[in-house]
């Protein structure tokens, strides 16, 4: 692979293509966790855990499996990395597994990893498949990140709450209060809210890539200097 080639990876994940903005895949945990911020990041560290994982065996097995057979192959490995990812969260973070609770094996279910093992990892080299499920799971935990923070700070007037769930005691003053007490937007902790975030955060990816694309044809239309001839007769048809 080229550095062309690694650069439109990153870009596909983590913007143009991203799992989450524009194939829109695995809302069902992007709406339902992302309550706050360390419920978000809990689950994205574990969905690119396992998308990286699972790309990386299928992309090393791609030869030796048959087109009979691959969809089932994929689905074990994927299901074996989450398997392994909710046994490190229950050694390690065992609260926060509790509070993600069935969401942790679903990403079995999660059709950004089985779409990118049969798109992207059954078709290219280890090294390849492995950037493709870093950034495509980045991608995906980036959304989720700023969904949480969104809905905390409208939510609970907090920011970094129980992050100690994930990093420790160290993280226990972690927490930021941005509003008096007693505050809370109830909207936005409750799936409504989710759907609203998403949708506001979909239209501003739209508007963004609208506006350089605008940008890029003003750039490529040819400008004509000096001196130019008019017609001014016949008929314009």
């Given at each position: 692979m080229t550095d062309m080639s690694y650069r439109e990876i990153t870009n596909?994940?983590?913007?143009?293509?991203?799992?989450a903005l524009v194939q829109l895949l695995g809302l069902c945990p992007l709406l339902a966790v992302t309550g706050s911020v360390v419920n978000a990041l809990g689950l994205g560290l574990a969905t690119m855990l396992v998308l990286t994982g699972s790309n990386i065996v299928v992309s090393l097995i791609r030869k030796q499996v048959s087109d009979a057979i691959k969809i089932p192959a994929f689905v074990m490995i994927i299901a074996t990395f989450t398997t392994c990812t909710?046994?490190?969260m229950q050694a390690f973070t065992y609260e926060l597994y509790l509070i993600l609770g069935i969401f942790i094996p679903l990403i079995v279910t999660n059709c950004a990893i089985l779409g990118r093992a049969e798109a992207f990892a059954s078709k290219n080299n280890v090294r390849a498949s492995a950037m493709d499920g870093l950034m495509m799971g980045a991608g995906f935990g980036l959304v989720l990140l700023v969904i949480g923070t969104?809905?905390?700070i409208l939510g609970s007037g907090t920011l970094f709450d129980n992050m100690h769930l994930?990093?420790?005691?160290?993280?226990?003053?972690?927490?930021?209060?941005l509003f008096g007490e007693g505050y809370g937007f109830l909207v936005a902790v409750l799936p409504p809210g989710a759907f609203l975030v998403a949708g506001m955060l979909i239209a501003l990816k739209n508007v963004i890539d609208d506006r350089v694309e605008h940008h890029r044809a003003t750039k490529r239309a040819p400008v004509?200097?000096?001196a130019k001839r008019v017609r001014t007769t016949g008929?314009?048809?």
């Amino acid at each position: 692979m080229t550095d062309m080639s690694y650069r439109e990876i990153t870009n596909n994940g983590l913007w143009k293509n991203n799992p989450a903005l524009v194939q829109l895949l695995g809302l069902c945990p992007l709406l339902a966790v992302t309550g706050s911020v360390v419920n978000a990041l809990g689950l994205g560290l574990a969905t690119m855990l396992v998308l990286t994982g699972s790309n990386i065996v299928v992309s090393l097995i791609r030869k030796q499996v048959s087109d009979a057979i691959k969809i089932p192959a994929f689905v074990m490995i994927i299901a074996t990395f989450t398997t392994c990812t909710e046994l490190l969260m229950q050694a390690f973070t065992y609260e926060l597994y509790l509070i993600l609770g069935i969401f942790i094996p679903l990403i079995v279910t999660n059709c950004a990893i089985l779409g990118r093992a049969e798109a992207f990892a059954s078709k290219n080299n280890v090294r390849a498949s492995a950037m493709d499920g870093l950034m495509m799971g980045a991608g995906f935990g980036l959304v989720l990140l700023v969904i949480g923070t969104i809905r905390e700070i409208l939510g609970s007037g907090t920011l970094f709450d129980n992050m100690h769930l994930i990093f420790g005691p160290v993280a226990e003053n972690w927490t930021l209060h941005l509003f008096g007490e007693g505050y809370g937007f109830l909207v936005a902790v409750l799936p409504p809210g989710a759907f609203l975030v998403a949708g506001m955060l979909i239209a501003l990816k739209n508007v963004i890539d609208d506006r350089v694309e605008h940008h890029r044809a003003t750039k490529r239309a040819p400008v004509i200097k000096g001196a130019k001839r008019v017609r001014t007769t016949g008929t314009v048809s």
